[in-house]
């Protein structure tokens, strides 16, 4: 080897190993009106060709966004993609309209503006498009970022709180590149890791408590946190909003789409030089980024293996650590807020979902993956719930790989796993779950505020190539305002309605309608059993959704909506 390519090869190592490149911290975006242009972008990560890339208001990623909440947000979404596209505040309680879902489209060259009140809790949220069959594709090109809520609570605790100094978002994802340096999507070969799309980081921290705002934006892989050194952290918040006190450990296990917020104490530590890393070693099988994906060395999955990832400890991320600042925090809270979980004595509804493989036996990992045996479809609403209703969820995953289940609208409660209460890190709010092979998850949650019979809303798993591949489905919101459009002018009543399944029709005497028909959303007519007793119509055999009931009266036409859950 001569000199200079030993020079080259122990320099290359040397900085591999120190983390070379200064990590990006987003710009930040605030206030109460926000733009956002979705644009394509170049970025060089390294030798040769340029990446091509996509990001809001830069290349790649897009700005962090601080929201007060309280504060009514008037926001920009320019597309000056050639795609089309969607905007989805993820984690965020939001109407349907303004959710970003893939009914939402933003065509190329268009603006959307949607404004909503930030009724959020303080916590660390994110957007990311959500179009359907792309998202994985828009995602892992670069449009991402994240939103910090700001509240009164939050801001009277003593934590760590200014952006770049001693609070910094962790956007941590990979990526596969192919040949030409180009990001592949859908793909199961992620070998590059990045943190705010800075390959190979560093962070200058100073030696005191300082707050990491962490967000797994990989397509499919989990991670499973700490530190070089094994110190302890503490997570102080999960998806939706900040724990009862910090939760201490040396792990922490993070899905696609969940977030935590974590404080690391590095007072006296100057000049130390620790890492984030991944201890993928420690997964068990099952998990994506585990050894083995399924839950053995029988479920493969194409192009995951070999991969430098799977099953071994890598770094993420480089601390170094410097001077203090004038006014650090010292020490780390010993408790935080009230967490206020829903009651079980007041659930409405109990409904399962079940996910399995597409396919059966030892390829089912190549396949897809369905929820409740049916694949997304943008024309069937899959669940109506009623405004206000609380509900329980019990999520069975019944394939060899754990999906990251997430919810739209709602931050909700694990109440059980496999029948018993989640970790203490686990019982605030959240609104992404990994569900592990062969579990039963239960949580709790409330639909409240906002009901919208037409604009649904999305549940799907967070791992896009599932997502993409028709993991998903939609639910309505449906209050009492959607049901009285109607209701003034008939002649006849119907209840319940909201109805479960089956309603009764009362007729006036002597009315009898001469034909009785019930169509959904879509002009489609739905097969119902219908019996005639003196004074009732009896319909049976509704399933979930909105649907319409045409009479035909003596004196005309009569239309009456229905909500079936
Ligand atoms: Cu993060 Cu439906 O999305
Ligand atoms: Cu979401
Ligand atoms: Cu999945």
Known sequence: MNKILFFLFAFSLYSWAQGQNPLAIPPVLSGTEIELNLQPGSVQFYGGEATATM???????????????????????????????????????????????PHTTIPPGTSWTPSFTILDKAATYWYHPHLHKKTDKHVSKGIAGLILVKDSEEAQLPLPRTYGVDDFPLVIQTKDFDANNQIVVHSNSDDVIMVNATLDPFLSVPAQVVRFRVLNGSSQRVFNLGLSNNQTFYQIASDGGLLAEPYETTRLRLGPGERAELLVDFSGMEGQTPYLKSYASELPNGFYGATYPGMGPGLQMAGYNPNPLNGSDFNILQFQVGVPTTDPVTAVPASLVEVTPLSESDVNETRSL??????????????????????????????????????????????GIAHPFHIHDVQFYILTRDGVAPPVNEQGRKDVVLVRPMETVRFITKFEDFADDAVPYMYHCHMLTHEDGGMMGQFVVVGPTAVDETAAETAISVYPNPSKGWLS?????????????????????VPVSISKTEHALEIEGLRNGIFYLYLQLPQGLQVQKIIAY
């Open 55 to 101: 990001g809001a208001n830069g290349d790649i990623l897009g700005p962090t966004l601080i929201l007060q909440q309280g504060d009514f947000v008037q926001f920009t979404v320019n597309n000056q993609l050639e795609d089309t596209t969607t905007l989805h505040w993820h984690g965020m309680h939001v109407s349907a309209e303004n959710d970003g879902g």
């Open 354 to 399: 079940t996910f399995t493989p597409e396919v059966l036996g030892p390829n089912q990992l190549n396949g897809q993956f369905l929820i409740n045996d049916a694949f997304f479809d943008m024309e069937v609403i899959n669940v109506t719930v009623p405004l206000d209703n609380v509900e329980i969820w019990e999520l069975t995953n019944f394939s």
């Open 505 to 525: 029709v009362e007729l006036e005497a002597g009315l009898s309608p001469e034909r009785v028909w019930v169509y959904d959303q879509l002009g489609r007519q």
